[in-house]
């Protein structure tokens, strides 16, 4: 007897060793594949949301500087600087009160050119001796000769920001030449525009997509963040970001990705977007703990399972030890049965010794056999369920595909006249309707980011006339059906709103959920579709140089290019406007 005790013993250890080593080794590689696959999602969620927002960071800024140039590139704001340069004193004074309704005509039909929207709060007039001829809130006396935005917009123009109460306003300053001025000349006064930063606002504060901790904020050379921060009041101009997204932007003009302590001291996942050229980086960020939760999840949940696995093979091993102890030809030929997967047999011995105890512990044996089978296949099943709600796994790939946004115009303008329910409820019925229209031509929805929406035909062979056709009618649909829009939102008391759209081609990266159908796209077709999709007039479509290429053959579109210089030189690129030949932007008839 004490021989089969050992067996026994010596079986159930081993077998608990095997469990245990397996369940050790699958529970550590699934944690550790989990995890870095969590971590590498995470950082390109950031990233693509660093780069989108940068990227449109960037424009309104360009955007801001270009429209403070018009103003002072302005003749007649020009002849007036020159003809008050040079005066001083009583003379000065008196001019400044003459001069003043000349000067408010030019900056009102200057306003009335790009819009109130913008937000201009104020905008000054200086001579190149710092005296103010002129000011948006009233005659000013002030010498600006000594102030800093004055000294720098002498060299150039510029984009910054200033203390306001506990906010900020941007600060948007063009030096003015004379009307006659060569390249190389200097400057006869500087316009310094002050503006509202709501616009700004609306790219940095909307945390959709961020989970429950993260932000995007962006922070000046001096190591200030311009932007409300999601866990402190008041910390614009007052909490100092010294973290190495910062560094590395300010020292070594470079941009970075990954885990680091953030302004609070918190570990966090971030991405930055460097504008050394405006003194501005921007910065994604995430707590690193809300990324892994799921993890320490997950992991614990495995660990409870691979014990509770453990401990009822372990079970199961000493019972199989047990019955083995005395081989019998009947407990044999009932073990043949189970072997062979039939786990209904039973022995059913009547003797009135240790052989029909045997028997009972062998039938014992073989119901816990099948019990444990069952259970091992329902906590399989657990365990399937717990990796594919917790575990995202994800593909990549690249294809050329078409890219369209669709965005409301003046939305910060709408919304400020609207309250927050209705400002949803027209954003919902603005996206549904233009949802609808790309589903009806085949098309994919990717996302709504605000009060844009992005889609996308994916993967198009631009040899295709048909397919290709179909993407351009889908386009110019949605433009013309602004008036069945417009029907739409009177019925819910909603007010008329206008939109601009924009379609690239080109190859884009898919990162495809093994979980989900959602895909999401990103790349350079993706970011120039944003970038020309500003530059497009109200309720019209323009496209890029690709699509203007594949489609310029067809005779019943017109193609219109957009003449502007800054785009071609910077950014290597033209765009165009389409519309159907014939027609207006709104599909009648053209006179």
């Known amino acids: 007897m004490p021989v089969s005790i050992n067996l026994g013993k010596k079986l159930v250890l081993l077998v608990m060793l095997v469990t245990m080593t397996a369940l050790g080794i699958t529970s550590y590689m699934s944690i550790d594949y989990s995890s870095e696959t969590l971590k590498e999602r995470g950082g390109e969620l950031l990233h693509g949301e660093s780069d989108i927002r940068g990227e449109s960071l960037r424009l309104l800024f360009e955007s801001r500087i270009e429209q403070n140039k018009i103003l002072a590139n302005d003749p007649m704001i020009r002849l007036l600087v020159s003809e008050m340069d040079g005066i001083s004193g009583l003379e000065l004074k008196s001019m400044k009160e003459e001069k003043r309704r000349d000067f408010l005509i030019q900056v009102q039909a200057f306003q009335e050119l790009v819009g109130f929207s913008i937000g201009f709060e104020d905008t000054k007039i200086i001579g190149n001796n710092g005296n103010v001829f002129f000011s948006l809130v009233g005659i000013s006396n002030e010498d600006y000769s000594k102030n800093e935005y004055f000294q720098r917009g002498l060299k150039g123009s510029f984009v910054d920001f200033e203390r306001s109460g506990t906010g900020k306003k941007m600060i948007v300053v063009s030096p003015v030449y004379a009307v006659d001025s060569k390249i190389g000349d200097e400057p006869i006064g500087v316009i310094i525009s002050r503006m509202r930063t709501s616009a700004i606002d609306n790219i940095l504060l909307n945390r959709s997509g961020l989970g429950e901790t993260g932000e995007v904020y962006i922070v000046n050379r001096d190591y200030l963040m311009l932007t409300e921060s999601r866990f402190f009041e008041n910390a614009v101009f007052e909490q100092i970001v010294d973290t190495v997204g910062v560094q590395e932007c300010f020292i070594n003009n470079m941009e970075y990705v990954g885990i680091y302590p953030d302004y609070r001291g918190v570990s966090i996942y971030g991405s930055s977007y460097c504008m050394p050229e405006f003194g501005i980086v921007l910065l994604a960020e995430m707590d690193e703990k809300e990324l892994v939760e799921p993890i320490k999840v997950l992991q614990t949940r495995i660990i409870l399972t691979s014990l509770l696995i453990t401990m009822a093979m372990g079970l199961v091993a000493f019972f199989a030890a047990e019955s083995l102890s005395h081989p019998l030809r009947a407990l044999k030929k009932a073990a043949n ?30 119901q816990k056999l099948q019990e444990s089978l069952i259970e091992i296949k329902e906590k399989e099943e657990v365990i399937k369920q717990l990796e594919g709600d917790m575990v995202l796994k994800f593909s990549q790939r690249e294809e050329n595909d078409c890219v369209g946004v669709i965005d409301m115009a003046d939305s910060t303008r709408i919304s400020s006249k609207v309250s927050d329910k209705d400002i949803s409820k027209l954003y919902e019925i603005f996206l549904n309707f233009m949802a609808k229209i790309v589903l009806n031509h085949k098309g994919e929805v990717i996302k709504n980011i ?16 048909k397919k290709m056709k179909n993407i351009l009618e889908c386009c110019l649909c949605m433009v013309e059906s602004h008036g069945k829009l417009q029907e739409e939102l009177e019925k819910e008391n909603m007010p008329r709103l206008d939109y601009k759209i924009s379609l690239t081609y080109g190859p884009v990266k898919v990162a495809e959920s093994t979980t989900s159908k959602i895909s999401d796209v990103f790349g350079p077709t993706v970011n120039r579709c944003f970038k020309i999709n500003s530059l497009c007039p109200k309720n019209s479509l323009v496209v890029g140089e690709n699509i203007h290429n594949i489609f310029k053959d067809f005779s019943e579109y017109e193609f219109s290019e957009l003449c502007i210089i800054e785009l071609k030189q910077k950014y290597g690129y033209n765009i165009f406007e389409v519309r159907r030949k014939g027609l207006d932007s709104f599909g009648t008839k053209s006179e």
Do not use: C, Y
């Not at 605000?450 to 006339?465: C, E, I, Q, S, Y």
């Open 450 to 465: 605000g009060d844009a929406l992005m889609f996308r035909f994916a993967n198009v062979d631009p040899t295709n006339d």
């Open 337 to 366: 049965k189970i072997a062979e997967g039939n786990f209904d047999v039973r022995t059913n011995i009547k003797t009135r010794d240790e052989i029909a105890e045997l028997s009972h512990a062998f039938d014992s044996m073989a």
